[in-house]
């Protein structure tokens, strides 16, 4: 069993809808990473998180540490969306990373 | 303005031969890590290091080599001993210790022919 699992896999969006991408882990944390991965491989990081939640934007994150999940939401989606999103936690102070394997999102105009 | 550059994009090398990966970053960040992509899967560590001239193995260290001998610059070997090398190679620094986020390089796509 992967220490990171996301769902979903694939995920198809309408523009303007508001979309959810989970979270789980099984092992403890000092941090849990959200990235974005364009076509062409470069990623950026959009959150870290130990607790609570954050916004940027129309991105929101959050963070229940107790149930060891996670969750991404995008209000108004807009094609340009359209990414991987991947989830990555910190299991301690070293900052190494465990990735999930991502979650593919296309956003339909 | 400061990031991690990665070079080249795309890479072609025929079987047997060692490769160097380019990865320097101009953050002032301590760590450094190299990370295998391969389709459907999670990025995986290769190798990481904290401070000049001092790296660790990571989940996937066989048939690869790493140097640290500037702060800026970590250069990753694939070596003829590694079996499947046709894979995306991204670089990644941050600060010590958590609190600091990533940055990410854009990659370097490597096809063994």
């Known amino acids: 069993k992967n220490e990171v699992e996301q769902s979903p896999q694939n995920l198809t969006a309408q523009e303007g809808e508001f979309i959810t991408i989970n979270c789980s882990y099984s092992?403890?944390?000092?941090?849990l990473h959200w990235l974005q991965q364009h076509p062409g491989g470069g990623i950026v990081s959009l959150f870290m998180l130990s607790s609570g939640k954050k916004k940027h934007g129309r991105l929101i994150a959050t963070i229940n540490i107790q149930e060891k999940h996670s969750s991404l939401h995008i209000t108004a989606s807009h094609p340009r969306d359209s990414a991987v999103y991947i989830c990555?936690?910190?299991?301690?102070?070293?900052?190494?990373?465990?990735f999930g394997k991502g979650t593919k999102l296309s956003v339909k105009p | 303005d400061g990031g991690i550059t990665q070079s080249p994009k795309y890479l072609f090398r025929k079987e047997g031969q060692n490769v160097t990966l380019s990865c320097e970053q101009n953050l002032n960040h301590d760590a450094m890590y190299w990370y295998r992509q391969d389709p459907g899967q999670g990025l995986r560590l290769i190798y990481y290091?904290?401070?000049?001239?001092?790296?660790q193995k990571g989940d996937i260290a066989e048939g690869y080599s790493v140097s640290r001998e500037k702060k800026e610059s970590f250069p990753l070997t694939v070596t003829s001993a590694q079996k499947n090398p046709t894979a995306f190679y991204l670089c990644a620094s941050s600060g010590l210790g958590t609190g600091f986020g990533y940055t990410f390089g854009s990659g370097t796509r490597l096809t063994v022919v």
């Open positions: 290091s904290q401070i000049v001239n001092d790296f």
């Open positions: 990555a936690v910190e299991p301690g102070s070293q900052g190494n990373l465990i």
């Open positions: 092992v403890g944390i000092s941090a």
